[in-house]
């Protein structure tokens, strides 16, 4: 057959019958990209990445790292904080560092893109700072890999009534 002539196998109709058992879904799709994302993080504790999503398309992504323009952690040195949570627990956070969620909501808001009613799926479940502003943007779904202190946030889900998934992609 000449060369112009020939047709992309993945087009054909009479293709290889497995190629569609191996299309991403959409959970697992999204989750991917966040993992992708969270390779750009500069914090040294920790990689973490999140997309938003409205109707199966990518608002904004946000990776945690300084702000713009700043040192990051990686280029300088990683500045902790210590908070005591009301069970006794201590957290620690870096001064340094915005989070993932915070800097996907904040790209959408730089770049004019409206996240009302979007879901959001981050590599890790959101610390209790990042769920209370995700509650105030009006997430309503947040979709997460890994767990992360998730009895710290329990009692601010059951008020709010924002659902919490956990999506596991295997190969991220």
């Known amino acids: 057959m000449p060369e112009d002539q020939q047709t992309d196998s993945c087009c054909s109709h009479g293709g290889d019958e497995n190629r569609h058992e191996k299309r991403l879904g959409w ?55 210590r908070s005591t949570h009301p069970d006794g627990t201590v957290e620690e956070n870096c001064v340094n560092t915005i989070h993932a969620e915070i800097n996907a909501i904040a790209q959408a808001a730089k770049h004019g893109v409206s996240i009302k ?17 995700l509650i105030n943007v009006g997430i309503k779904t947040i979709y997460y890999d890994k767990p992360y202190k998730i009895e710290h946030i329990s009692e601010l889900l059951r008020l709010s009534g924002v659902k919490l998934v956990h999506i596991h992609v295997g190969n991220a």
């Open 117 to 133: 009613d979007a879901d959001i799926y981050i590599t890790a479940s959101p610390c209790i700072h990042c769920l209370k502003v």
């Open 27 to 81: 959970h697992e799709y999204f989750m991917s990209v966040a993992h992708l994302i969270s390779r750009r993080a500069t914090c040294t504790r920790g990689h973490i990445g999140a997309v938003l999503v409205r109707d199966n398309n990518i608002l904004s992504t946000g990776y945690n790292g300084a702000p713009s323009g700043l040192p990051h952690c990686n280029e300088t040195t990683c500045r902790i904080y």
